[in-house]
């Protein structure tokens, strides 16, 4: 399986989040230890509020993030394991991954989920797509609400 993140390389910090470039700049190219991206992090609707407000001179919005890694490697996904669960009411759906579709022009990012003889598509807009990617998992889930208005997480192990 490719590995399914988003390493961001000084040539797309350049030419891509055009560091120093002032409004054209990506306003989610944060800095901690090193560059990351916060399109589809924790701090993504902060940042877009941010902009909203004038409150930042980032303004650019310029690539797919991490969402756009996992679109392209969607074909390494179909078919592992994921896990849907929200709190209210209590729903837990286990299944396989059938497809993961982003309509950019709708903002809407979908996960259709393979569960047995239903099809379950958890869909979230793309302003409030939050996307955690560890070792063993990617989870989507809406920024901020997390269980309440429901999570998936696909496993990437080889089972």
């Known amino acids: 399986?490719?590995?399914?993140?988003?390493?961001?390389?000084?040539?797309?910090?350049?030419?891509?989040?055009?560091?120093?470039?002032?409004?054209?700049?990506?306003?989610f190219l944060a800095l901690g230890e090193l560059f990351s991206c916060e399109k589809f992090g924790s701090?993504?609707?902060?940042?877009?509020?941010?902009?909203k407000e004038n409150k930042m001179v980032a303004r650019g919005d310029n690539c797919d993030g991490l969402?756009?890694?996992i679109i392209e490697n969607k074909a390494d996904l179909i078919g592992k394991k994921v896990k849907y669960k929200e709190s209210f009411p209590t729903i837990v759906i286990d299944g396989t991954v059938k497809d993961l579709v982003f309509e950019k022009e709708k903002k809407e990012f979908t996960l259709h989920i393979d569960a047995g003889e239903n099809s379950f598509p958890f869909m979230i807009n793309t302003d409030y797509l939050e996307i955690s990617n560890t070792e063993?998992?990617?989870r989507f889930s809406v920024s901020g609400v997390g269980l309440i208005?429901?999570?998936?997480?696909?496993?990437?192990?080889?089972?």
């Open 136 to 138: 063993k998992i990617i």
């Open 1 to 27: 399986m490719t590995d399914i993140s988003f390493k961001l390389t000084d040539k797309h910090i350049k030419h891509v989040c055009k560091i120093g470039k002032k409004e054209k700049t990506c306003r």
């Open 43 to 51: 701090l993504g609707c902060t940042i877009n509020d941010r902009v």
């Open 67 to 69: 969402l756009g890694v």
């Open 149 to 159: 208005a429901g999570f998936a997480e696909i496993s990437k192990s080889k089972d």
